[in-house]
């Protein structure tokens, strides 16, 4: 199934188009049954995180993202609110990252997806994260339906209040009239794992196939003229649906998860277009979109080309606002937002990284141990800890921004074998041990000795009190902990490193750390 064309697989940030040309704005279109030639332009975003300003890419010397820039990218290849033949699409994940969009969350990025015109969300994993109640209230204030067929009640089998299976997006055409797309949405199964399980209570997440099978054929009684998907996962978990989708003349699948781009087009193994499901996943953070061009003849897919655009300006070029509203919008955000967090807390000598092996990772999880003495070990997900910090003054907000999510801290009793076995996940950032391994296999870690900070060996028996927290606790990222009771010590995750930080600041001294090796390899 997969398609002899395979672009853009592995693009991250710096990608670009596709080598087919991309017609001249107004030039795309799709069909009705009465014959007359109709063309349709489909742009998908995902993964938004809401980043309403602009990363700082100063090694590239580019603004990437932003929603003036994009608003402006989207204008320049034709795209305004109402512009005929033109539908805007999320896959999900719309909030929890920079700091105006976490503290007041995710309302910024509502309005702004209002404001451009979205008609249709599908329903991420860090949807969940300020749970339902305002994830109904997100979905209120943005004004397009947030899309999940696959998400159901436990206790009655619907779908909640705040979600619909499909919607169907009237598409005003040139010429006159409109065509009508019908859009599935499909929430993110990985949800439960990768996001906080406390604000699922009660919520099934189904599997694709099945949902696909239950609620496209009533997606089709609709009489839409076009059909497409919305999907919050990875382009790899998606590929295995195109069967169900080809059968239900699914013409395009929009991806996200993984936080890169790539197109994917499963053309049927022949030349003819009107099999062809094409899957793209936009990549993250609005720092590039996918543009999809239809064109239909007589009900019938007759050509498609597809690209995806980068959303970047020169990092010294003069401010860009697009509009007075989306200034507005920002402007209101960075007020709210800067009375709460504008704190300094510290000057920072160097930037802190978030990868798995970064210095982001081992000054949380050391900050930990400096809070709670009495624990030996500290342990947290690196997929927890969502921007670098850079160099220069490190204000409270910037804290926030890196450590997102509402998470506590929780000490587990663990022996010296089950503290192996957990630091065996690849995800694992640690402090207060160093540890030796060896890989076997594409993704498993063996851990084959632990060492304390003080540089005795911890012993397969021996009993070590380990800070993690809640979401780690919870299965959150694959981790599984034997102590069903550990202590909940009401400590929000990132208060220590508050401490810390403000403690240093106080006393004159400035932050500079640097990664340390604490995972040897054998």
């Given at each position: 199934m997969r398609a002899a064309l395979l672009v853009l697989a592995v693009v991250f940030l710096a990608g670009c188009s596709t080598p087919a040309p991309v017609p001249?704005?107004?030039?795309?279109?799709?069909?009705?049954?009465?014959?007359?030639?109709?063309?349709?332009?489909?742009?998908?975003?995902?993964?938004?995180?809401?980043?309403?300003?602009?990363?700082?890419?100063?090694?590239?010397?580019?603004?990437?993202?932003?929603?003036?820039s994009l608003a402006a990218t989207l204008h320049a290849e034709g795209y305004h609110q109402g512009a005929a033949g033109w539908v805007l699409l999320s896959a999900g994940?719309?909030?929890t990252g920079p700091y105006e969009s976490t503290v007041l969350e995710g309302a910024p990025m509502a309005a702004t997806m209002k404001h451009l015109?979205?008609?249709?969300?599908?329903?991420?994993?860090h949807e969940f994260d300020f749970g339902t109640r305002v994830l109904a209230e997100r979905q209120r204030g943005a004004g397009f339906p947030f899309l999940a067929s696959n998400v159901i009640e436990t206790n009655t089998g619907k779908l909640p209040a705040w979600a619909k299976p499909f919607t169907i997006v009237e598409v005003p055409v040139d010429g006159?009239?409109?065509?009508?797309?019908?859009?599935?949405?499909?929430?993110?199964?990985?949800?439960?794992?990768?996001a906080d399980v406390r604000h699922m209570a009660g919520l099934q997440f189904l599997p694709y196939a099945k949902a696909l099978k239950r609620w496209l054929p009533e997606l089709e009684a609709n009489k839409p003229d076009v059909v497409v998907v919305i999907a919050h996962d990875a382009i790899s978990a998606l590929e295995p649906l195109v069967p169900i989708l080809r059968a239900h003349h699914v013409r395009a699948l929009a991806a996200g998860h993984e936080h890169r781009s790539g197109i994917v087009i499963a053309d049927n193994d022949n030349a003819d277009a009107d099999d062809d499901v094409i899957i793209c996943n936009a990549g993250p953070y609005l720092r590039s979109f996918c543009r999809l061009d239809l064109s239909f003849?007589?009900?019938?897919?007759?050509?498609?080309?597809?690209?995806?655009?980068?959303?970047?300006?020169?990092?010294?070029?003069?401010?860009?606002v697009f509009d007075a509203r989306l200034k507005e919008i920002v402007d209101q955000a960075e007020e709210s937002a800067a009375r709460i967090g504008g704190e300094v807390l510290v000057d920072n000598k160097q930037k802190l990284g978030r990868g798995r092996d970064g210095s982001l990772g081992q000054l949380v999880v050391d900050a930990w141990l400096e809070a709670l003495p009495y624990a030996q070990v500290a342990l947290t997900n690196a997929g927890g800890l969502r921007q670098d910090i850079e160099q220069g003054p490190l204000r409270l907000r910037d804290v926030v921004s890196a450590l997102p999510f509402n998470n506590y801290l929780l000490v587990v009793d663990m022996t010296g074998a089950e503290l192996k076995q957990v630091l065996g996940n690849p995800e694992s950032?640690?402090?207060?041990?160093?540890?030796?391994?060896?890989?076997?296999?594409?993704?498993?870690?063996?851990?084959?000795?632990?060492?304390?900070?003080?540089?005795?060996?911890?012993?397969?028996?021996?009993?070590?009190?380990v800070i993690i927290n809640d979401f780690m606790f919870r299965g959150g990222d694959k981790y599984r902990f034997e102590d069903r009771e550990p202590e909940e010590t009401a400590v929000d995750w990132r208060e220590p490193i508050f401490r810390l930080l403000r403690d240093m600041g106080q006393k004159g001294l400035a932050l500079d750390r640097a990664a340390v090796n604490r995972g040897l390899r054998d």
């Open positions: 001249a704005k107004g030039a795309a279109a799709t069909t009705t049954d009465s014959g007359r030639r109709v063309d349709l332009h489909i742009v998908f975003t995902a993964d938004e995180h809401g980043w309403v300003l602009p990363w700082k890419d100063k090694a590239a010397g580019q603004m990437r993202g932003g929603v003036h994940d719309m909030w015109g979205y008609s249709a969300a599908a329903v991420g994993n006159g009239g409109s065509i009508r797309v019908g859009v599935l949405g499909l929430g993110c199964v990985e949800s439960p794992v990768t003849d007589a009900g019938a897919l007759v050509s498609h080309q597809q690209k995806i655009v980068q959303v970047e300006r020169p990092i010294d070029a003069a401010p860009l950032v640690v402090g207060g041990l160093t540890f030796h391994f060896h890989d076997e296999h594409a993704s498993t870690r063996v851990v084959t000795r632990l060492v304390d900070a003080q540089g005795q060996d911890i012993a397969d028996t021996q009993q070590v009190k």
